[in-house]
């Protein structure tokens, strides 16, 4: 019965729409990137091949400085947050933490990059809200310091690390818990409790090395991000020099348009970077696997996990802290009329900052979420149909062909999103609406299938032969019983979808051409101007426009019908 149409519509070519929907757009940008690594971009009079794209680059001051720092922040940030998701679920997943974990998760999961960014510098700034708590009493401080070792933008990309760990590590740990719940963990822990392991070392010895291989993918995907993530290091990276991301940005968007070509030349160079990256991370943790495996076999139980498990709470206590006090100032500062340093609160508070940025509050939010919502709504819809031709034909995603999903997180924003551009441009399209739906669809639909596709796959098929063997249509049985039954999982992944739509910075940037700002675009170019009334505005609602997402999601996941 291949092909037989459910409810009018034939979910047989979903999976290949899928597909297209998400290789195309990539193979295409990179091809649209390479041409002008190569010396061959016609519109801005080159039309020759040639190296000297590559040679204009390796002669660039600072390039070296920004690899390094690129490869120094990637692979920390991984590390940290990888390191910290693995202690909470090790010295959590038995106990009640890990449930007061995971009330958080889905918060922290919301805040875009951006917002924790701005948040991280209004904390951590020599004027920032730390500062202030912790003077004069505490340093003496009656005008803010003059220090250029730690805070943003600091010269070896210390706060970058730690904006991006603050990220990452509530993504890993999401990433973990659902990784968990696909493995028999309680039946292991018991049987090696039983042998007189602890649940620190049970973890470690016992569950791990099952888990990790679920978290490959999502662990390759944070630290591709790391090493190329554009937005966050604008507001919070090392600025002389930046990362090779916001340096080819920079050279794309210069003035001379022939700068475009070793801007494309940097893209290729970051895609290289990145592969090579990925492919050495691996390495190192089978090298350490094998490292490692005389302990694992080796008969040491270890003790309770007591100190561990309140390392590991404190950091996530930290991390968490650090998150909401970061929301909490830039929501201050877009009321605060006058600000003094060192008092800990504003001495004058007022909403003018807000009536004044009303109406152009209003535009740029119903953009993003216009923006947003059709996003969402094109993902929800491409995932629910390859899901049910899943459930009623072969498996669409799975095993090996699950890294397809993720490929448009792989592979670097600059080493395709370029070349989209240029093609956009030259067949007309860019700076239009549905091209910027199309390019925010590539990043929307792997999160939104992600979280999607294990409820979907667990849904008890018997409810559905029942409703079929009274007589019901399939269709008639998916709108009125699967659905509404799935209404939670669906309702949490439209959530996460907009949440990713909303900190979309380089497609908005790109395929907009600057003619739809969102809350995300608007704000990362407010922050060259170091107004924090303002930028606190627009950053607090980048913030809140996805936590209300989820609140509705949540509200409707626990709704009962009538």
């Known amino acids: 019965m291949k092909g037989e149409p459910w409810g009018g519509v034939s979910l047989a070519r979903a999976p290949a729409l899928t597909l297209f929907l998400l290789l195309a757009p990539i193979g295409a940008g990179l091809i649209g990137t390479l041409l002008p690594a190569v010396g061959w971009l016609p519109v801005v ?60 998760l889905a918060p922290l999961l919301a805040v875009p990059h951006a917002a924790l960014a701005f948040g991280l510098a209004f904390l951590i700034a020599p004027s920032g809200w730390l500062a202030r708590w912790l ?189 909401a006090s970061g929301v909490l100032v830039m929501v201050l500062w877009s009321f605060a009329r006058r600000w003094t340093f060192p008092l800990a609160w504003p001495d004058q508070w007022t909403l003018e900052n807000w009536r004044g940025q009303a109406d152009n509050l209003l535009a740029i939010t119903w953009h993003t979420f216009s923006i947003g919502a059709a996003a969402t709504g094109l993902a929800l819809v491409l995932s629910v149909a390859c899901l049910e031709h899943e ?30 551009q240029v093609l956009l441009a030259w067949s007309g399209l860019d700076g239009g609406w549905p091209a910027l739906v199309w390019t925010h669809l590539l990043f929307v639909l792997p999160y939104v299938f992600l979280s999607l596709a294990d409820p979907w796959r667990a849904f008890d098929p018997r409810y559905e032969q029942t409703a079929l063997a009274l007589g019901t249509s399939r269709a008639r049985s998916f709108w009125r019983i699967k659905l509404p039954m799935l209404r939670g999982p669906v309702a949490v992944a439209a959530a996460m979808g907009f949440s990713v739509s909303v900190a979309q910075y380089l497609p908005t940037l790109l395929a907009g051409a600057g003619r739809y700002a969102t809350v995300t675009t608007e704000a990362v170019t407010l922050a060259s101007g170091g107004n924090r009334r303002i930028i606190g505005i627009f950053a607090a609602v980048q913030a809140v426009l996805p936590l209300l997402g989820f609140a509705l999601a949540l509200w409707l996941a626990r709704r009962r019908d009538p």
């Open 45 to 104: 009079g080159a039309a020759d091949f040639s190296l000297q794209p590559w040679r204009a680059l390796l002669a660039e001051p600072g390039l070296w400085r920004s690899l390094g720092l690129t490869l120094w922040t990637g692979f920390a940030t991984t590390a940290l947050s990888l390191l910290l998701a693995l202690a909470l679920l090790a010295t959590c997943y038995h106990t009640v933490w890990l449930h007061r974990t995971r009330r958080w």
């Open 135 to 323: 003077s004069p009493w505490a340093t003496g401080w009656e005008r803010p310091p003059d220090f250029a070792g730690f805070g943003p933008q600091d010269p070896w990309g210390l706060s970058l690390v730690l904006a991006l760990t603050l990220k990452e590590t509530p993504y890993l740990l999401f990433m973990g818990l659902a990784g968990l719940a696909q493995l028999p963990v309680d039946s292991w822990s018991a049987v090696a409790r039983a042998l007189g392991y602890g649940p620190v070392t049970a973890f470690l010895k016992v569950v791990l090395p099952s888990l990790y291989p679920l978290l490959r993918l999502p662990v390759f995907a944070a630290l591709a991000f790391a090493l190329t993530v554009v937005d966050v290091a604008l507001i919070i990276g090392p600025s002389t020099p930046p990362t090779l991301a916001v340096q080819a940005l920079r050279w794309f968007n210069d003035p001379a348009l022939a700068w475009r070509l070793p801007a494309a030349a940097a893209a290729i160079l970051l895609t290289l970077l990145t592969l090579v990256s990925l492919v050495t991370w691996e390495g190192a943790l089978r090298g350490l696997a094998r490292c490692s495996r005389s302990w694992l076999i080796g008969g040491a139980r270890g003790g309770t996990g007591d100190t561990a498990r309140k390392t590991a709470l404190g950091g996530g206590g930290l991390a968490l802290g650090l998150a």
């Open 391 to 420: 459930v009623h034909r072969r498996p669409t995603f799975s095993g090996r062909s699950l890294w397809l999903l993720y490929l448009p997180l792989l592979v670097p924003q600059v080493g395709f999103l370029f070349g989209i």
